[in-house]
């Protein structure tokens, strides 16, 4: 494996990199590597046009700015749905 360094990176950057390296156990490295996986994953799936639902919905979000606590609240909520069959169908009568 080869070795990258990465110079100037933002302390805002670096913060919230190692606060999701904190919150998913792994150090900032392995962190780091996850989230450039992740990232080259989802390009080659866009490329392809095989967006999963999850993909899709960063993509559309993709400008907002979440949280981590406010994106993992997102996706549970996401979750649940899916476990309960979805939403209920309106009744428009």
């Given amino acids: 494996m080869a070795d990258i360094v990465i110079r100037n990176v933002p302390e805002h950057v670096r913060a919230a990199l190692e606060a999701r390296a904190r919150q998913s156990g792994r150090c900032l490295s392995d962190e780091a590597k996850a989230l450039l996986d992740d990232v080259i994953e989802a390009g080659r799936a866009r ?41 209920p169908v309106p009744d428009f009568e």
């Fill in 47 to 87: 490329q392809a046009g095989e967006l999963n639902a999850f993909d899709a919905l960063r993509e559309a979000f993709e400008g907002a700015f979440m949280t981590d606590e406010e994106h993992a609240d997102f996706m549970q909520a996401i979750e649940e749905m899916r476990r309960e069959g979805g939403r």
